[in-house]
């Protein structure tokens, strides 16, 4: 019996020490470590938004307005003469919210099922798959606008859009873990052991593939804060007076001639909003996945 | 990109015709003798307020399209620059049967259909008996006092009425007049859009949905030497930056509508004009009071949001906002400030009505007065960056004397269905204007007004406006009018905002392009300059 | 599959609140007129019903007509070569720029141009295609007036035509580019690292020789992959920078359909672009098990 019980505790002792490996691992790239410091920055702009930010982002000034930058307004002020910086830091706590809580979404809704589907395999498997593919041939873009479209453009409706669009990739990857997994000498240690198949799945399975299930989530997180600029700017997303990168481009599209500097803020926001995230999601696959060599 | 939405999907029938003034029209209209006009060439028109719609006039019913109409589809009668209508394929102004039930309407001669084939009673017979009686047709509430319509010799025809309806005259000046070609009714029936053929300048060539609509020179047309591009492609730009960009790159060679934004860059540019019009329509809010179970559903019923149980906090609301510095931030100086249903630019325009002006300081104290703590404003606005610019603005000069607006952006058709059924607080929405005063007014204030989003319901208002529409003096009409629109303006159902004025952009190279205060670009009879 | 996508888009279509009738309306929302305009659509019909009508004329063939009264098939039929051509050209950019750098960047690993190019392959998936066509606009058809700001020429004339999409096909080639060089470097440094290559280097064969021959075969599965990976991306990606430089496509046309409330409109174009999907998917399987036999998708 203690051996059994070995074997099935084996994998997380071995994690708990490898921890250690893969943070040195980590802090030898540079580059990762960089974009782990950029998307925390932005992680504590979101957070602190309201005590960062110089003015209220709805405060206007009509006799200011698409001010260029003085003492006053570092950024200058927006066609109803808001302070941009200010909407620019409260846009970045709208952004990053339907980046965060759209992979979060998509990962609670998406890992069960393709647990499952990876797990009893046979029909299940099957009908899930169809359902996948279904989901999959109505592109994410045209999913979202018509979902805003049945739900209200809105920030809250703009999350569940971009994530339900992230569903079909965390399913299938979540699986393709699982078929792997359950092939590992634990499963039947555990089956052995009396363990139920939710015991498995939850307390086996789960824990071993959160490696991979962190690495997609931080490469899903740019995914949707690009989608939710996408959607805001195309109207269908976040809606003004809420301040997003998105609906500051939607807002400063009509003066790109006479005042490009208000596209330019929120775009250059977003790319290194982004590349942040797809930086440190990079440098920890390589770190955590051993399948990849780059 | 919904810019324009509002404009896009509103259709300007023109009401009962009357005069309206033109505040400006530039371009080639007024240097009409001295062009000289260059024979042939492609104009093509930037059209930014949507896309037209079926090129049926049975079905038809947006703005732009009404614009392509007046190149390919002549009507019986047609409006002049000062919105008097004149003749246009009928040979005279109708008589009036002295039972005012039977209107005769005298045809001209020697017209030619686009097909070739012949313009008489029997066409405008067919046409109309299919406007009456098509399924789905437009035209036939338009058209609902007439009950046939009859030929009376080769070239006159008489419509039979049920009861005296003035505004007759005015319907045939717009969709309803257009007289369709009877071979082509036959061939296509339902599919007429598909290729429309009426008498017109120009004539249907194809359409690329979505995109554009090309029409070419008419060798039938009775006044051919007046029509002087060989094509005139219609190119729809959903985005008006876009639109004026491609103006200034000579893409096209007129823009039906400018941005405001745009306009400082057009006005800079050397090679182009600006042709502006004055618009009948208006700008304003809609407040829900009574509509609590939806447009038409009597009696109305106060719908206790904190606006429409105070007068007062409406009072407030309306002190708070300052409609000069809306116009200067919002919409860069392109619109006529102004609080009542009828715009300047019209005839009917009442000077003597007093606008509730700018003042924050009372407004405070109204709304302390409202007794209504932390009063909070739903407004609905539909997407789109200018309505919401607007609503954001608002928004700002309300929080000033402690009214709190929440800003609702919801997609056009969306707003619309909020509105009828009244799940709305207050609806921020404009409405593109008619000739006659009662096209402005009736339909939103009368309690059996069919766009009463309000859901305003009070007496004395309906009984102005019954009688505003079967008074025979200009001078009854314009007492009946002045006492209704005080009594609305007291009770605010609509606080009246602005009256847009509309800019057309076109190059120099071309001559003739007018607009009249309908605010549609009439590229017709314009041309290349020599 | 088709039929539950059939079904998802026939109720999705009519869960969109705002009828058509009052689409349609707008400023003309009289009950009679409404009522009219739902009895001409069949709008007043139960949904079963409704969904049977255009079901049965969709197997046909017809799809039905429009708002605009014209023929839905047709539309579809003269708008979708637009978003196809735009489509083909700007995964032709992202090939000529993508491929070989993919191979440079994998032969020189680990030099500076290697870190060069694949920082700018990085920033290249990060920037929004729609902001970086915006900035487009401004610099090459506003400032430097080289290329029209937007718009569609027909391929009847060609140099206009390719004027017109040279600079969307550009913008949106160039993330598609950033993912393909990514994708091309990594199956590079794998196939150069297998014992085969050893093999080949040790006969003799020159350097270039041997990555010549890896870098084309591995470029056909790495396109493809890509493709089949990104299908969706792609799709979006034409739908926004259609709306943005004002190409009369199938993008522009589907955005369009959902704002009017166009439901035949909008039934027919998803259900070709879930077609195309399926299919597209179909060939990229088949395609991928011809040139890679050992790899099975899961």
Request: net charge positive; glycine share 8%.
């Amino acid at each position: 019996m203690s051996i059994v019980v070995q074997e099935i505790e084996a994998p997380r002792v071995a994690g708990r020490r490898r921890l250690r490996l893969l943070t040195k691992r980590f802090l030898r790239r540079p580059m990762a470590v960089g974009g782990l410091l950029v998307a925390l920055a932005f992680v504590i702009v979101a957070i602190f938004a309201p005590l960062l930010a110089p003015y209220s982002p709805g405060h206007t000034d009509f006799d200011a307005v698409l001010a260029h930058s003085s003492s006053k307004h570092l950024l200058g002020t927006d066609d109803l003469g808001r302070d941009v910086l200010s909407r620019l830091i409260w846009g970045t706590r709208a952004s990053m919210q339907v980046g965060v809580f759209a992979t979060l979404l998509a990962m609670v809704v998406a890992v069960p099922i393709g647990m499952i589907a990876g797990y009893y395999r046979g029909w299940v498997d099957q009908v899930i798959a169809r359902l996948t593919d279904v989901l999959l041939a109505f592109p994410f873009l045209i999913l979202a606008v018509g979902l805003a479209a049945i739900l209200g453009p809105s920030l809250l409706n703009a999350t569940l859009a971009l994530g339900i669009g992230s569903i079909p990739g965390f399913i299938r990857i979540a699986r393709g873990e699982t078929l792997t997994l359950r092939e590992e000498d634990y499963v039947p240690a555990a089956v052995l052991n009396g363990a139920n198949d939710a015991t498995i799945i939850f307390r086996h399975i789960l824990p071993n593939m959160t490696n991979t299930l962190i690495v997609q989530a931080t490469l899903t997180i740019p995914g949707a804060i690009l989608g939710e600029a996408i959607l805001s700017f195309l109207g269908v997303g976040v809606q003004p007076p809420t301040s997003s990168w998105g609906t500051m481009l939607q807002e400063a599209e009509p003066y790109l001639t006479q005042a490009q500097r208000l596209s330019v803020y929120p775009g250059v926001a977003i790319i290194l909003a982004v590349l942040a995230f797809n930086v440190f999601g990079d440098g920890l696959r390589d770190v955590l996945d051993p399948r990849t060599t780059r | 990109m919904n810019r324009n939405r509002i404009a896009a999907a509103v259709s300007a029938a023109v009401g009962a015709g009357l005069l309206a003034l033109l505040i400006s029209a530039t371009a080639g209209a007024s240097g009409k003798q001295a062009v000289k006009f260059k024979a042939g060439g492609t104009l093509t028109v930037a059209m930014t307020n949507g896309e037209p719609d079926a090129l049926d006039p049975t079905l038809a019913r947006t703005f732009s399209g009404r614009e392509v109409f007046l190149t390919i589809c002549e009507k019986l009668y047609d409006l002049d620059a000062h919105t008097n209508i004149v003749p246009q394929l009928a040979a005279a102004l109708p008589k009036v049967s002295s039972n005012k039930l039977s209107v005769t309407i005298p045809l001209r001669h020697g017209i030619k259909f686009n097909d070739g084939t012949p313009f008489n009673s029997a066409a405008v017979v067919k046409t109309m008996t299919r406007y009456l009686t098509f399924k789905g047709s437009v035209r036939a509430s338009e058209l609902s006092a007439v009950t046939k319509v009859t030929a009376k010799g080769k070239y006159a025809v008489v419509f039979h009425l049920k009861a005296a309806y003035s505004p007759l005259t005015a319907q045939l000046a717009d969709r309803s007049g257009m007289i369709l070609s009877p071979k082509q009714m036959s061939k296509l029936g339902a599919n007429f859009a598909r290729d429309p053929i009426c008498v017109g300048p120009y004539m249907y060539k194809n359409r690329v949905a979505g995109d554009s609509i090309t029409v070419v020179k008419s060798p039938f047309y009775y006044a051919k030497s007046k029509a002087h591009f060989a094509k005139i492609v219609f190119k729809i730009y959903n985005d008006t930056t876009a639109a004026a960009q491609a103006l200034k790159a000579g893409t096209v060679q007129a823009l039906d509508a400018i941005a405001s934004t745009d306009i400082p860059s057009i006005k800079a540019d050397k090679a182009l004009s600006i042709t502006k019009a004055a618009g009948l329509g208006y700008g304003g809010i809609t407040i829900n009071i009574g509509n609590k179970n939806g447009l038409l559903k009597l009696p109305y019923q106060n719908v206790g949001t904190d606006l429409a149980s105070s007068p007062k906090l409406r009072q407030a609301f309306e002190m708070a906002i300052n409609r000069n510095t809306l116009n200067k931030v919002v919409f860069g100086g392109t619109v006529l400030p102004g609080c009542t249903p009828v715009s300047p630019s019209s005839v009917w325009f009442d000077k003597s009505i007093k606008c509730t002006g700018y003042n924050p300081n009372q407004a405070k104290s109204l709304v302390q007065q409202s007794g209504i703590s932390n009063p909070t404003v739903n407004l609905m606005v539909p997407t789109g960056t200018v309505a919401l610019r607007e609503a954001q603005f608002i928004q700002a000069e309300e929080a000033v004397v402690g009214i709190k607006v929440n800003v609702q952006s919801t997609d056009f058709v969306t707003s619309l269905s909020k509105a009828d059924a009244g799940t709305y607080d207050a609806f921020l929405i404009g409405w593109s204007g008619r000739v006659d005063p009662d096209g402005n007014i009736f339909g939103f204030v009368a309690t059996t007004g069919t766009l009463n989003d309000s859901g305003y319901s009070k007496n004395i208002v309906d009984r102005f406006l019954s009688h505003a529409r079967s008074a025979s003096t200009t001078k009854a009409r314009r007492h009946y009018y002045h006492a209704a629109v005080q009594q609305i303006l007291n009770d605010r159902p609509l606080i009246y905002l602005d009256h847009p004025i509309a800019s057309a952009g076109i190059s120099k190279k071309v001559a003739g392009v007018t607009m009249y205060p309908d605010t549609l670009l009439r590229v017709a009879f314009a041309g290349y300059t020599q | 599959m088709l039929v539950v996508a059939s079904i998802v888009v026939f109720g999705g279509v009519r869960a969109i609140p705002g009828n058509p009738a009052i689409a349609l309306g707008a400023e003309n929302r009289d009950p009679a007129v409404i009522a009219a305009v739902k009895a001409k659509y069949l709008l007043d019909k139960p949904l079963p019903v409704q969904y049977g009508h255009w079901i049965w004329l969709a197997v046909q063939g017809d799809l039905g007509v429009d708002q605009r009264q014209l023929s839905v098939g047709h539309t579809i039929a003269s708008r979708l070569p637009i978003s196809l051509e735009l489509a083909a050209l700007s995964m032709i950019v992202s090939v000529i720029v993508g491929i070989p750098t993919g191979v440079i960047t994998a032969v020189r690993r680990g030099k500076p141009s290697d870190y060069a190019a694949t920082g700018v392959a990085l920033i290249g998936l990060s920037v929004p295609h729609f902001w970086l066509g915006l900035m487009a606009i401004i610099w090459f058809a506003v400032d430097l007036h080289w290329l029209p700001a937007g718009g569609y020429v027909t391929a009847h004339h060609p140099i206009a035509n390719l004027k017109h999409l040279l600079l969307p096909a550009v913008v949106l080639g160039i993330g598609f580019a950033a993912v393909l060089m990514r994708q091309m470097r990594s199956s590079m440094l794998d196939s150069l690292g297998t014992d085969y290559v050893r093999t080949a280097r040790a006969k003799g064969l020159s350097e270039w020789s041997v990555v010549c021959k890896h870098a084309f075969r591995n470029s056909l599965i790495t396109v493809t992959t890509v493709l089949g990976l990104q299908l969706g991306a792609l799709i979006s990606g034409i739908v926004t920078i259609e709306v943005i430089f004002g190409i009369p496509g199938f993008g522009s046309l589907t955005i369009d359909a959902i704002n009017q409330r166009d439901y035949t409109l909008i039934q027919g174009v998803v259900l070709v672009v879930a077609c195309g999907y399926v299919i597209v998917n179909l060939l990229v399987d088949v395609v991928y098990s011809l040139l890679n036999p050992r790899i099975r998708t899961i």
